[in-house]
């Protein structure tokens, strides 16, 4: 497991190379830890991890470091101890049953065609069309598959990225070599690819919601808009009051009232 952590954090040598200044696969420990105490009454305890390695000829830089706690730091997520052991491909989270899982997927192409009717009204063009000047094919569209909504997404926060690159798409855009809760990779690919495991989960779904919401109110609104943004899209001629019926079925909870506040937020 060693190897495998050092190359997740970029540390270029092997520990059966006889020139390597790390030796022996029992000189490493890496041990999972519950802290005794919370950090106020209403938290549970909080959780932290120690990487143990007993040889002093063994040196990381700086960057190395931070990529290791970045590493660490998903100690909790699904598929984490698969994912350091060296698995690869994707799938989704099997701590679900298949049941909740076909709920929680479809409610969440629910939410992501939904938020499609929002970028179709307020996207310019070089954000909407993959050739702007040909009108043809939009980047995001709606679809009754999760891996298909989501690969189109990925392809909309792209182009967003390349025009005004932040913190928000650059979280969103990260891959599964420092975990395996990557946002938006897995969809472009097929389950047995070649790259570190990644497990769609609610998490990770819930975290692409969230970014494409606050993406909205960076893209789409603008100190000249004298009304929020879900108040504009709540009130425009063209939006598309079919959007929400499929909605209602599959996503309870998820309203008008709702993006429109989340939207004002």
């Given amino acids: ?9 970029g540390y270029h040598g092997s520990l059966d190379d006889e020139n390597s200044n790390i030796q022996g696969r029992s000189s490493y420990k890496v041990d999972v830890r519950k802290s005794n ?17 007993k040889c002093a000829a063994f040196t990381l830089s700086d960057r190395q470091k931070r990529k290791l706690l970045e590493v660490f730091v998903k100690h909790q997520c699904s598929g984490f101890t698969e994912w350091l052991g060296g698995e690869k491909g994707w799938r989704y989270d099997d701590r679900n049953t298949k ?23 307020f996207a310019l063009e070089d954000q909407k069309y993959f050739f702007p000047k040909e009108k043809k094919r939009m980047l995001w569209r709606k679809h ?26 650059r979280r969103l ?30 998490e990770t779904m819930t975290e692409v919601i969230e970014g494409i919401i606050k993406l909205f109110k960076t893209e789409f609104h603008h100190s000249k ?37 989340l939207l004002n937020e």
Wanted: aromatic content about 8%; charged content about 30%; proline content about 5%.
């Fill in 225 to 261: 808009d004298s009304d929020p943004l879900g108040k504009r899209w709540r009130n425009h001629k063209e939006r598309r009051l079919t959007d929400w019926e499929k909605a209602a079925e599959d996503c309870p909870g998820w309203t008008e009232d709702r993006m429109e506040e």
């Fill in 144 to 169: 009754s598959e999760l891996t298909e909504i989501v690969s189109d997404v990925r392809v909309w926060i792209e182009r967003v990225d390349a025009l005004r690159p932040s913190a928000v798409t």
């Fill in 1 to 9: 497991m060693l190897q495998v952590i050092l190359d997740r954090i």
């Fill in 99 to 121: 049941t909740e899982r076909v709920s929680w997927k479809r409610r969440f192409v629910a939410q992501l065609n939904t938020l499609q009717s929002v970028y179709t009204l």
């Fill in 37 to 53: 105490i919370a950090t106020n009454e209403n938290q549970d305890h909080s959780y932290s991890v120690m990487l143990e390695i």
């Fill in 173 to 202: 855009l990260r891959n599964s070599s420092t975990g395996p809760d990557s946002p938006l990779h897995w969809a472009h690919h097929h389950p047995q690819t070649d790259y570190p495991l990644t497990v769609v989960s609610e």
